[in-house]
T-cell receptor, first 112, second 114 residues
Framework: GNSVTQMEGPVTLSEEAFLTINCTYT??????LFWYVQYPGEGLQLLLK?????DKGSNKGFEATYRKETTSFHLEKGSVQVSDSAVYFC???????????FGAGTRLAVHP | DVKVTQSSRYLVKRTGEKVFLECVQD?????MFWYRQDPGLGLRLIYF???????EKGDIPEGYSVSREKKERFSLILESASTNQTSMYLC?????????????FGDGTRLSIL
């Protein structure tokens, strides 16, 4: 079946450090891939998406590239800020009512 | 901007009670979803709806039911609440069933069953 695996957290970084959160997936067909972010006390917000192989999604300095050959969609940011502290979820959708399948989430803590 | 509103941020109920969680979206979206979020498990789909009065089971429907009488409103019902249903519940909507469409989430309801 379809599944998403992302690196366990928490990830703890100093401000301005480089961030990578790994995400790999298993899917039949050609899924769309998403990163969502959840700030404390809030629901999930879409961070970025990619809908086909080699697409790069980007937003707020975050980037992720849809790699079909490695079935990966790793999230990166060149210089994190304290305000990036949140839980990040990788997810896929293969259509058929647009149901999302989520990874377990990775908590990021950024310290000044 | 899409607004998904969940009626309560926090709820405390007792074992055996019937519990209603309400969700309203304001963008005429076709699809609506209910998830529960538990630490280490991510979000798991309980039920979804793709049209008024239409509903489908998700991955963990046991102990839950749903109602969609109007397009903008999707209710989750715990028929007889149990302690293992203590969780964060998140509602979401999407424009349609196209996998390119992102889902838009409410702020969640943290439900405690005593």
């Amino acid at each position: 079946g379809n599944s998403v695996t992302q690196m366990e957290g928490p990830v703890t970084l100093s401000e301005e450090a480089f961030l990578t959160i790994n995400c790999t997936y298993t899917a039949t067909g050609y899924p769309s891939l998403f990163w969502y972010v959840q700030y404390p006390g809030e629901g999930l917000q879409l961070l970025l998406k990619a809908t086909k192989a080699d697409d790069k999604g980007s937003n707020k300095g975050f980037e992720a590239t849809y790699r079909k050959e490695t079935t990966s969609f790793h999230l990166e940011k060149g210089s994190v800020q304290v305000s990036d502290s949140a839980v990040y979820f990788c997810a896929l959708s293969t259509g058929g009512y647009n149901k999302l399948i989520f990874g377990a989430g990775t908590r990021l803590a950024v310290h000044p | 901007d899409v607004k998904v509103t969940q009626s309560s941020r926090y709820l405390v109920k007792r074992t055996g009670e019937k519990v209603f969680l309400e969700c309203v979206q304001d963008m005429d979206h076709e699809n609506m979803f209910w998830y529960r979020q538990d630490p280490g498990l991510g979000l798991r789909l309980i039920y979804f709806s793709y049209d008024v009065k239409m509903k489908e089971k998700g991955d963990i429907p046991e102990g839950y039911s749903v109602s969609r009488e109007k397009k903008e409103r999707f209710s989750l019902i715990l028929e007889s609440a149990s302690t293992n249903q203590t969780s964060m519940y998140l509602c979401a909507s999407s424009l349609d069933g196209n996998s390119n469409q992102p889902q838009h989430f409410g702020d969640g309801t943290r439900l405690s069953i005593l």
